[in-house]
């Protein structure tokens, strides 16, 4: 089965710099990587995924990358802005076959003004 | 589409007592999963259900704990004889599950429902 594990715990950046979350999977034949985005208080939500028949995905100032021989994916803001405080968790299926998601630990992400 | 639907959003049981939870899928989804988020912690997978199937519940206590999707209306996550370990955010997740594009992975989730118990 999957195991996810993200890095680091907690994030701290000065607005407007950029802001990086990595995690490693460990089920080579996993195919599928999302990332969601948990306000205080809220639910978490879809910002990105990527397949793993590409490398890099972007939308406006968030990108994803992954590294399959590696078997690693990382999130990435840029020009990050106060509302992108927030708990990132990374996602990837238990099994190719299933479509149990399995999440990572998270990132409490501060974006200071 | 009304998005996924948990009901109630806060629930206050004395231990003891006897837990609810009630999810409405996104229209079109056919699979549930339930998941648990205790205070500062991620989000750990409970069960994964179809219409009239529990897929996975392996991440479900074998005790005081059972869920269900019946043909007719919401899934239920049930929690008996509450615990004070038993107070988190229960989240119900729904997604197509079929066709095996990145969209049928996408979970939709609902607003969670915030148990407390006293």
């Known amino acids: 089965g999957e195991n996810v594990e993200q890095h680091p715990s907690t994030l701290s950046v000065q607005e407007g710099d950029s802001a990086v979350i990595k995690c490693t999977y460990s089920?080579?034949?996993?195919?599928?990587f999302p990332w969601y985005k948990q306000e205080l208080g809220k639910r978490p939500q879809l910002i990105i995924d990527?397949?793993?028949?590409?490398g890099e995905k972007k939308d406006q100032r968030i990108a994803v990358t992954l590294n399959k021989t590696a078997k690693h994916f990382s999130l990435h803001i840029t020009e990050t802005q106060p509302e992108d405080s927030a708990v990132y968790f990374c996602?990837?299926?238990?099994?190719?076959?299933?479509?149990?998601?399995?999440f990572g630990s998270g990132t409490r992400l501060l974006v200071r003004p | 589409n009304a998005g996924v639907m948990q009901n109630p959003r806060h629930l206050v049981r004395r231990r003891g007592q006897e837990a609810r939870l009630r999810c409405s899928p996104m229209?079109?989804?056919?699979?549930v999963y339930w998941y648990r988020q205790l205070p500062e912690e991620g989000l750990k997978f409970m069960v994964y259900?179809?219409?009239?199937?529990?897929?996975?519940e392996s991440g479900m206590p074998k005790e005081r704990f059972s869920a269900e999707f019946p043909k007719e209306g919401p899934s239920i996550l049930r929690i008996q004889q509450v615990v004070r370990g038993d107070s988190a955010a229960y989240f119900c997740?729904?997604?197509?599950?079929?066709?095996?594009?990145?969209?049928?992975?996408?979970?939709?989730f609902g607003s969670g429902t915030r148990l407390t118990v006293v």
């Open positions: 089920d080579s034949a996993s195919n599928y």
């Open positions: 997740a729904s997604s197509i599950g079929q066709g095996g594009t990145a969209k049928d992975y996408g979970y939709t």
């Open positions: 259900l179809q219409k009239e199937n529990i897929i996975d």
């Open positions: 229209k079109g989804h056919s699979h």
């Open positions: 990527i397949r793993s028949n590409v």
């Open positions: 996602a990837a299926p238990w099994m190719d076959s299933s479509y149990k998601l399995i």
